[in-house]
């Protein structure tokens, strides 16, 4: 993880994941909005201890905020001590998940009770219109989605502490305004994304 972010450093990794092709291009924005959401990734990647390129798979930007992925959602919920699930159901129709939370009384063997359990079926994803924005994924790797969408509702509603996020030294002020000539772009104001990262974390 980048403990100490700065203007040159995350300008540099910026550029160095962009270059090396180890962010998902987004062909809805344009170039300058795609470098900003790169940046904005690895500040809020380094906020949950993930290094800038795992960043780019572990943060999703979704209308206009830094949220963790399923996939950064398991991490950090597998990092956790206290934390725990068990799998009841997991075929072409539907997830169920259990969570368990470890509770220590003094004196005492740690007991594992069970905090709540969620269920993710192919009906819901159909309601969410899931299926049909893209049918050939669905079709492909429904388990691992219906997994992935019942592991997300599992972690917001019973264990939202994985969320949580501790945002590293950095100089917000110098990363979020680079001139044009320091960054090498035209137009450097940051995304909307960004904005809203930055301004969160200094509150």
Same mark, same amino acid.
Not at 68 to 75: E, F, K, N, R, Y
Not at 131 to 142: A, E, F, L, V
């Given at each position: #993880?980048?403990?100490?972010?700065? !203007?040159?450093?995350?300008?540099?990794?910026?550029?160095? *994941?962009?270059?090396?092709?180890?962010?998902?291009?987004?062909?809805?924005?344009?170039?300058?909005?795609? %470098?900003?959401?790169? #940046?904005?990734?690895?500040v &809020?990647? &380094? +906020?949950?201890? $993930?290094?800038? *390129?795992?960043?780019?798979?572990?943060?999703?930007?979704i209308?206009?905020?830094?949220?963790?992925?399923?996939?950064? #959602?398991?991490?950090?919920f597998?990092?956790?001590?206290?934390?725990?699930? %068990?799998?009841?159901?997991?075929?072409?129709?539907?997830?169920?998940?259990?969570?368990? !939370?470890?509770?220590?009384?003094?004196?005492?063997?740690?007991?594992?009770?069970?905090?709540?359990?969620?269920?993710?079926t192919?009906?819901? +994803?159909?309601?969410?219109?899931?299926? %049909?924005?893209?049918?050939?994924?669905?079709?492909?790797? !429904?388990?691992?989605?219906?997994y992935?969408?019942?592991? !997300?509702?599992?972690?917001?509603?019973?264990a939202?502490?994985?969320?949580?996020?501790?945002? @590293?030294?950095?100089? $917000?002020?110098?990363?979020?305004?680079?001139?044009?000539?320091?960054?090498?772009?035209?137009? @450097?104001?940051?995304?909307?994304?960004?904005?809203?990262?930055?301004?969160?974390?200094?509150?």
């Open positions: #993880m980048v403990e100490t972010l700065d !203007r040159e450093n995350l300008k540099f990794l910026a550029n160095l *994941i962009i270059h090396a092709q180890l962010a998902e291009p987004d062909k809805t924005v344009d170039a300058n909005t795609q %470098r900003f959401r790169v #940046m904005a990734k690895i &809020a990647g &380094a +906020a949950h201890g $993930f290094d800038p *390129i795992s960043s780019q798979s572990f943060i999703q930007i209308h206009g905020r830094c949220v963790l992925s399923a996939a950064g #959602m398991a991490v950090k597998g990092q956790h001590p206290d934390l725990d699930l %068990r799998i009841e159901q997991l075929d072409d129709t539907a997830c169920k998940l259990v969570i368990l !939370r470890r509770v220590v009384t003094d004196g005492k063997p740690d007991e594992w009770i069970v905090r709540g359990s969620v269920t993710f192919i009906e819901d +994803a159909e309601a969410a219109g899931l299926t %049909r924005s893209s049918p050939n994924i669905w079709k492909q790797y !429904r388990q691992d989605l219906l992935a969408n019942a592991f !997300r509702r599992a972690v917001r509603r019973f939202p502490e994985i969320a949580a996020a501790e945002w @590293p030294t950095f100089n $917000f002020a110098a990363a979020a305004t680079p001139s044009v000539k320091e960054s090498g772009i035209a137009s @450097p104001a940051p995304s909307a994304a960004v904005t809203e990262a930055l301004d969160s974390s200094s509150a």
